[in-house]
């Protein structure tokens, strides 16, 4: 009997040293598991020693949709382009900066002000990917000061467009539209506008708008995410805000579909502009309420097809989940 409990204590305190030693236990005298990268692990000169240190912090990646992204711009640095075929950066002009982004850094207006110069132009080779798509899906996050009013740009095109004053693609803010919630103060909305010339067949242009105004989204000074899709074999588009659908419809001429979004794109749309008119940039138009984006804008998207409704609140919820990371 008294082998049995030799045995059987002898089991225990094997067992409670295995548990003590093990990554992560509570042994006095382990140095505790910190899962928080903090780039000061390695040698006494910093670097990696292959045995003691923590990996660098790697941001997850944006997996929906990924096969068919175009146009990424993360402005995390100042290269800007993160991914875009036939699409450099041009120059960053007047107040147009980064600051503090919805993930990382952001395209940012440091004057804050509607009426200061600030956009960031992207040069388009003619071989670039943008002006050939069919269908599309544009996102960005975005957050506007409390005491602006402006129309202002968020991106715009370039090239020969309907009327002088208008670009042929452009995706804009109206922020002056008033909404009253049930409960509060009456407050200023955003309103997301966006307009496509597409060709008739005589050669003319018909202007197609497409406006999305709900309080889902129109808080000012927050962060807020925006998506537009278009389908070029139907001609649907839609709307969404903060990864829900606000409104939809379709782009028609006598019933059909309006085609591919490239037949919209001029043969000399060459630059693509971020916080600002292409119309009044270039100097073809001097109209004030063509104002620069007074906010900043962050993790600017294109993708070549129409995403559903399930992919654009999968999107939203990637990039809100990798900010969720970021601040923790």
Partial sequence: MKKVLYLAAMLSLVLIGFSCTKPGGNRADSKPVDETPSGNEGDENGGDNNGGGTPEYTRPEVKTGAESLVLWLSFNDDKIVDKGDGVTLGENKGQAGLGKGFIGKAWTNKAGDNTSEAYTKLNLASDNALTKMESFTFSVWAKLPKDKEAKCGIISFNGTGFEATWPLFIFLFDNISDITPEEGDPYK????????????????????????????????????????????????????????????????????????????????????????????????????????????????????????????????????????EEEE
Avoid at 223 to 240: I, Q
Avoid at 309 to 314: F, G, H, K, M, T
Wanted: hydrophobic content about 40%; charged content about 20%.
């Fill in 189 to 324: 909305a955003q309103q997301f506008n966006g307009r496509i010339d597409f060709p008739t067949a005589s050669g003319g242009k018909i202007p197609m708008w497409a406006n999305c105004a709900s309080d889902i989204y129109m808080k000012k000074d927050e962060w807020f995410h925006l998506a537009r899709t278009y389908d070029a074999a139907s001609g649907h588009w839609a709307n969404y805000a903060n990864g829900q659908i606000v409104n939809e419809g379709d782009f028609l001429q006598d019933e059909q579909p309006c085609g591919p979004v490239s037949a919209a794109f001029a043969d000399d749309c060459n630059a693509l502009y971020v916080g600002g008119w292409a119309s009044r940039i270039e100097g073809k138009a001097n109209e004030v309420w063509q104002t620069y984006c007074p906010g900043s804008l962050d993790e600017l998207r294109f993708y070549n097809k129409a995403f559903t409704a399930d992919e654009v609140l999968a999107l939203y919820g990637e990039e809100i989940a990798i900010n969720l």
